[in-house]
């Protein structure tokens, strides 16, 4: 068997008196999405910084396509082919769609920037994602909250991501505009040469997009199984339980 795209074993993280993980260990095979859960506090934001090089783990260790590696800074996550695309998105609402598709990879023609050629390859992206952008000349500011995630996206997998790590990518966002992004993630599973891991809070989308589901609570992952065996109620069940236990203690 191939290694898997991402491998964490046995991961841990303070912050001072504050333990944010304890002993994650998790596992991303290659082409697969993988939707991780948890209440608030769990460590999904700590875990997800860590795989991007933001924050470097007190102990533990990660491999990318079994390789071991220390991540050194999200630059150093990127090069192994590793990126995040959060709630804020990164996108400078000012420029165009195709200014944000190339933003510090910028084409040029010598000293001068070649926006023909990034204008013709951001169409060719968005269309090959099957993204809708009437002109991606048009402000990012003026694109709907659905759009916006689905260029963050396609910036992404179009800077050679082979792990893309999406942080509440449908939050906040209305019944259409959730609907393209889920859409956008099946497209990307089809593909086959993109592995996604996806924080989420709605069950029901995570179950609906991802091959698997992994619970992280109190710094450890609690629960790994297939999407196909699962039920939103029993995700619900497990949230909640564990939350009673803690009004307890």
Do not use: W
């Not at 697969?32 to 470097?56: F, M, P, Q, W």
């Not at 695309?85 to 200014?99: D, F, I, K, R």
């Not at 689905?150 to 990518?169: F, G, K």
């Not at 629960?223 to 009004?247: H, I, N, Q, S, W």
């Amino acid at each position: 068997m191939s290694s898997p795209a991402l491998q964490v074993e046995h991961v841990a993280k303070r912050f001072g008196a504050l333990t944010a993980l304890r002993d994650v260990t998790l596992h991303l095979d290659r082409g697969e999405v993988l939707g991780l859960i948890g209440d608030n506090g769990a460590g999904k934001s700590t875990l997800i910084k860590i795989l991007c090089g933001y924050h470097r783990p007190d102990a533990g260790q990660l491999s990318v396509d079994g390789t071991p590696v220390v991540l050194r800074s999200v630059d150093h996550a990127r090069s192994l082919g590793i990126d995040t695309v959060y709630q804020g998105l990164a996108l400078v609402n000012e420029l165009s769609v195709y200014h944000n598709m190339f933003l510090n990879r910028e084409l040029r023609i010598g000293p001068l920037l070649d926006n023909r050629t990034m204008r013709r390859r951001a169409r060719e992206h968005l269309a090959d994602m099957g993204v809708t952008i009437g002109d991606v000349g048009v402000e990012v500011a003026k694109l709907s909250g659905g759009q916006r995630q689905a260029i963050a996206v396609a910036r992404a997998v179009y800077s050679d991501a082979r792990i893309i790590l999406l942080d509440e990518p449908l939050a906040a966002m209305g019944a259409k505009e959730g609907t393209q992004i889920l859409d956008l993630i099946r497209a990307l599973k089809r593909r086959g040469d993109v592995s996604i891991i996806i924080i989420a809070h709605n069950y029901a989308q995570v179950l609906d997009v991802c091959d698997r589901v992994n619970l992280l609570q109190h710094g450890t992952v609690t629960f790994d199984r297939p999407t196909a065996e699962v039920t939103v109620e029993e995700l619900t069940d497990l949230v909640v339980a564990e939350y009673r236990r803690g009004r307890k203690e």
